[in-house]
């Protein structure tokens, strides 16, 4: 059965930083390309970035400098490093496997001073 279990939301200021983590479990993690998207309450489902199995990468435009896209392939686990976190950047973040296949249950995260 394919897992995958967010981790690492919360609240934080503006200026805050964060990191989340994917753990995944049920498929060989190495293999795939790893999403990260967010739902925010007023865009609905926006990509955020992207890690393919070569460990090459790509980014929205409104995280590029701020948010980092990695993965541990030993620890089957995705992590996304947020900085310089905005009001804007409120939302459940999910991370998917497969071109969107699989899908986590998301975190939420909620920027606010």
């Known amino acids: 059965e394919v897992q995958l279990v967010e981790s690492g939301g919360g609240p934080v200021q503006p200026g805050g930083s964060l990191r989340l983590s994917c753990a995944a479990s049920?498929?060989?993690?190495?293999?795939?390309?790893m999403t990260w998207v967010r739902r925010t309450p007023g865009k609905g489902l926006e990509w955020v970035s992207a890690?393919?199995?070569?460990?090459?990468?790509g980014e929205a435009d409104f995280v590029k400098g701020r948010f980092i896209i990695s993965r541990d392939n030993a620890r089957n686990t995705l992590y996304l490093q947020m900085n310089s976190l905005e009001p804007e950047d409120t939302a459940v973040y999910f991370c998917?496997?497969?071109?969107?296949?699989?899908w986590g249950q998301g975190t939420q995260v909620t920027v606010s001073s």
């Open positions: 998917s496997a497969g071109g969107f296949k699989y």
């Open positions: 049920g498929f060989t993690f190495s293999n795939y390309t």
């Open positions: 890690i393919r199995s070569t460990f090459s990468t």
